[in-house]
C-alpha cells in the first residue's frame, strides 16, 4: 500500500474521527481494507473526504475498493437507487408489415383497372404488380439479415455495450412538482448552493453532488429516464460516479464532512 496510506495509519482512528466526523468503525475498516462494511457510495465518499482533508492521494486504495466492489455485490447496495437505463425492447418491424399493406392495396388497385384495360396495358400492369413482389421480398430478406446480424452479437458483448453506455449520462435535470428549496453541495470542494424554485435545474453530470431537497414532491431526470417521487418530507440523493442513490441524513453527514447541510 502507498506511503500516503500509512501515513494516514499513523494519524490515528480517533484524531481522524474528531476531525472528519467519520464513525471510528469505518475509519477502522478503511485500514483493514475491510469494504464489506461499507456501500460503495459510503466509501468513495470516505475516501474522498480524506484525501482532501489531509491532502493525500489514495488512487491505490480506491483502486482496490473498485476492484472490490465489481466482483462483489453486497446485500445493500442495490437498496433505494434510481435505475438510469432501462434495456431497450425489441421492436417489431413495423416498416415491413406496412410495406405488405401497401402492396395488397396497390395489387388489388391495379386488379381493378386491368380488368378495364386493352390487352397492351394489362401487359404492363402485369410486369408492375411482378416488380412490386420482388421488391417486398427484397424487404422481407433485408429485415431477416437484419435479425440474423443482431444475433450474431454475443451475450457478453451486448452487455458491455449497455453498460459502457450506462456508465456515461449526458443529463441531469431535477423538475419539481411545485416550488421547492433545493441545497446542492460541489463534492469536489464542498462548496454549497442553494436555490428555490419551481422551473426545471440541470445540473453538470461531470461533478460529484450531494442534493438535499425541501419536500420529496420532485421528478429527476438522468437521460430521459424520470424517476418520480412523493414524499413530503426531506429527501436527500448523492450523486458519485455517475450514479444517483436515495440516502437518509446520517449517509448525507458522512459525506458532508458531518455537516446537516
Not at 488512487?59 to 432501462?86: C, G, M, Q
Not at 446480424?149 to 449520462?169: F, G, H, N, W
Not at 437518509?248 to 458531518?258: D, I, V, Y
Amino acid at each position: 500500500m502507498s506511503d500516503d496510506f500509512e501515513k494516514l495509519k499513523r494519524i490515528g482512528i480517533q484524531k481522524i474521527h474528531e476531525t472528519t466526523h467519520i464513525a471510528r468503525a469505518h475509519i477502522q475498516a478503511i485500514f483493514n481494507e475491510n469494504f464489506e462494511e461499507m456501500s460503495s457510495v459510503q466509501l468513495f465518499g470516505f475516501i474522498s473526504i480524506l484525501e482532501r482533508e489531509y491532502t493525500l492521494d489514495l488512487s491505490e486504495l480506491r483502486a482496490n475498493a473498485k476492484e472490490f466492489f465489481k466482483t462483489n455485490t453486497l446485500p445493500f447496495e442495490n437498496t433505494s437507487k434510481v435505475k438510469i437505463f432501462a434495456t431497450p425492447k425489441k421492436k417489431s418491424n413495423a416498416t415491413f408489415i406496412y410495406t405488405i399493406i401497401a402492396l395488397v392495396a396497390a395489387v388489388l388497385t391495379l386488379l381493378y383497372f386491368a380488368s378495364r384495360a386493352p390487352q397492351t396495358e394489362v401487359a404492363e400492369i402485369h410486369k408492375t404488380i411482378e416488380s412490386a413482389a420482388i421488391i417486398a421480398q427484397d424487404d422481407e430478406n433485408s429485415s431477416k439479415i437484419d435479425e440474423n446480424s443482431t444475433q450474431l452479437l454475443e451475450p457478453t458483448e451486448v452487455e458491455e455495450v449497455r453498460v459502457q453506455a450506462e456508465a456515461k449520462p449526458i443529463t441531469l435535470k431535477i423538475i419539481p412538482k411545485t416550488r421547492v428549496w433545493l441545497g446542492y453541495i460541489d463534492l469536489s470542494d464542498y462548496k454549497k448552493y442553494q436555490k428555490v424554485f419551481s422551473d426545471e435545474l440541470e445540473l453538470n453530470t461531470t461533478k460529484d453532488w450531494l442534493l438535499s431537497f425541501g419536500h420529496g414532491h420532485v421528478d429527476i431526470e438522468i437521460n430521459g429516464e424520470v424517476k418520480s417521487f412523493k414524499d413530503p418530507k426531506n429527501i436527500r440523493f448523492s450523486y458519485i460516479d455517475s450514479e444517483l442513490k436515495e440516502i437518509n441524513f446520517e449517509e448525507f453527514k458522512s459525506l458532508n464532512k458531518g455537516s446537516g447541510w
